[in-house]
């Protein structure tokens, strides 16, 4: 019987290197030289007063989260979108307590240590119901959890 070999599928993933290089995941936000990462075009829709009238969907946007920055989105094509532009307070930009920490169940920092940071584990078991929507309500569009945890140690 004739037995034909298999041809090797090795090119599937070529679209996914393609990709990666489109989508630079850092930049250097233009005001303070900080390394920032990409957020998600969705983020910026649902962070910006008038999304319409910033957004270039062609274009790929940072978030700095540096408290003594008021840049908040920027372009490597040197647009910016800085904190009057956000619809709320960005608490990565505010130093005290009264910062919002997460941004999904509307706690701050004062909430967290009043509560002697028992409202961290109430994040937590939201998050690990798949309860959250960092994506939409952090500015950064990560998970507010890893931020808060960096933030309470550096603070
Ligand atoms: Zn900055």
Known sequence: MYHRKQKNMSNCCSNQNIQNKRHKKTSVCPKDGKECQ?????????????PWKFIDNRQ????????????????????????NEIRNPVGHKLK??????????????????????????????????????CVSH???GKCCLGEIKLRLRTF
């Open 138 to 140: 952090n500015p950064s």
């Open 60 to 83: 790929q946007y940072y978030f700095c989260s540096d408290t003594g920055c008021d840049v908040v989105y920027f372009t490597d094509d040197g647009q910016i979108i800085s904190i």
């Open 96 to 133: 005290g307590d009264d910062a919002i920490a997460c941004y999904c169940f509307n706690i701050n920092y004062q909430d967290i240590k009043k509560s002697d940071y028992k409202l961290i584990d109430f994040i937590k078991t939201q998050t690990l119901n798949k309860i959250c929507a």
């Open 38 to 50: 990409l957020v998600e075009y969705s983020t910026l829709l649902f962070q910006v007063k008038k």
